[in-house]
């Protein structure tokens, strides 16, 4: 018996309960604090000023509607620019527009080709990246008449990094490629056929515009040069995306990778905030892509080969992928120059 004045001792198995309890209340209290923070934090991404009958004006006349009810954007449909500079000239390589309806969870992703056909002094959208990305997305903006509300601009190296953080990629290469640039380090040797690509490697794929052939002359990679190379970007944009989505429990190194190689408008807590729709995306059924289709062999200022869009073909892929409004934008919306 334990001596007068004197307290029990504590069994070792009621300390050891005493102290679990005393964590787990801690580590609740933790939880409930990131918790709330991360609510604060998080918040609907910003829509682009105005609509369509402030940005486009006189729409609602040429409509003969004197209200602007009919163009209410659907809701938590969101537009972004997405570009990549080519490495040896500052050019846009890469240029693309997104609708993300969260909604409904579909994505329509439409490219631009680098050569599209703009009314400036370099007739070619690509060159408009020397002027910002800001001043990219009033033209592409103008010329597809939607707005765009946030823009997304990346360093290559950082799709390289995602890829393999992904353990690499499963990817049908279309053709041959068979190109060496000293200058810029750029080796490229692949034949056609499902093989699987290191981050690197998915890199090439992406970037391979020209072959040599055995003589030593230079010819287009693909039979629709440029057009068949923004068809392989996409289908590696989307194979990249089913095993990231696939992928779920990586979602925070998906989120270093992004702050680390993405410029963005977007603030953090807006990017928080499309976490949880992408999440449950299924790439699969949802996801849809394009090219603006048109003419490449156009020559305007005498700068050749520029691709002039085909308007009502066009038009009707703007209509189909992009369109954020609930009905459907028409072409006197539209900003397509024609010169031919």
């Known amino acids: 018996?334990?001596?007068?004045?004197?307290?029990?001792?504590?069994?070792?198995?009621?300390?050891?309960?005493?102290s679990l309890y005393h964590w787990i209340v801690a580590f609740c209290a933790v939880v409930v604090v990131l918790f709330c923070a991360y609510r604060l934090a998080v918040k609907p991404p910003s829509m682009a000023v105005g609509d369509v009958g402030q940005a486009q004006p006189g729409i609602a006349a040429q409509t003969g509607s004197d209200t602007q009810?009919?163009?209410?954007?659907?809701?938590?449909?969101y537009i972004f620019l997405l570009a990549a500079s080519d490495q040896s000239s500052g050019n846009?390589?890469?240029?693309?527009?997104?609708?993300?309806?969260?909604?409904?969870?579909?994505?329509?992703?439409?490219?631009?080709?680098?050569d599209t056909l703009v009314d400036r002094k370099i007739p070619k959208i690509n060159?408009?990246?020397?002027?910002?990305?800001?001043?990219?997305?009033?033209?592409?903006?103008?010329?597809?008449?939607?707005?765009?509300?946030?823009?997304?601009?990346?360093?290559?190296?950082?799709?390289?990094?995602?890829?393999?953080?992904?353990?690499?990629?499963?990817?049908?290469?279309?053709?041959?490629?068979?190109?060496?640039?000293?200058?810029?380090?750029?080796h490229i040797h692949f034949s056609p056929g499902m093989q699987h690509l290191t981050g690197q490697q998915a890199l090439e794929v992406a970037r391979c515009r020209k072959n040599y052939d055995s003589a030593g002359n230079i010819y287009d990679a693909y039979p629709d040069a440029d057009i068949g190379r923004t068809r392989t970007q996409q289908a590696l944009l989307s194979a990249i995306l089913q095993k990231a989505l696939a992928n779920p429990q990586k979602v925070a190194r998906?989120?270093?990778?992004?702050?680390?190689?993405?410029?963005?408008?977007?603030?953090?807590?807006?990017?928080?905030?499309?976490?949880?729709?992408?999440?449950?995306?299924?790439?699969?059924?949802?996801?849809?892509?394009?090219t603006l289709p048109g003419d490449g062999t156009i020559t305007y200022r005498g700068i050749?080969?520029?691709?002039?869009?085909?308007?009502?073909?066009?038009?009707?892929?703007?209509?189909?992928?992009l369109n954020p409004y609930t009905r459907e934008i028409t072409m006197d919306m539209t900003n397509m120059l024609q010169v031919g």
């Open 69 to 77: 009810d009919e163009w209410q954007r659907k809701p938590a449909t």
């Open 127 to 186: 060159a408009v990246y020397h002027r910002g990305v800001e001043e990219m997305m009033d033209v592409a903006s103008d010329m597809l008449g939607i707005p765009i509300d946030h823009y997304v601009t990346a360093d290559m190296q950082g799709f390289a990094a995602l890829v393999d953080e992904l353990g690499g990629i499963d990817f049908e290469v279309p053709v041959l490629m068979n190109y060496d640039d000293p200058v810029q380090e750029l």
């Open 254 to 290: 998906y989120f270093s990778i992004l702050t680390s190689y993405v410029t963005t408008d977007l603030s953090a807590g807006e990017l928080l905030w499309f976490m949880e729709p992408i999440l449950s995306f299924s790439p699969t059924g949802g996801l849809a892509a394009g």
């Open 304 to 321: 050749a080969w520029c691709y002039q869009l085909d308007r009502e073909a066009s038009l009707e892929m703007i209509n189909t992928m």
């Open 92 to 114: 846009a390589d890469t240029i693309m527009v997104c609708t993300y309806d969260t909604v409904n969870q579909s994505i329509g992703l439409v490219s631009i080709p680098r």
């Open 1 to 18: 018996m334990p001596r007068r004045g004197s307290r029990a001792r504590s069994s070792p198995v009621r300390r050891f309960g005493r």
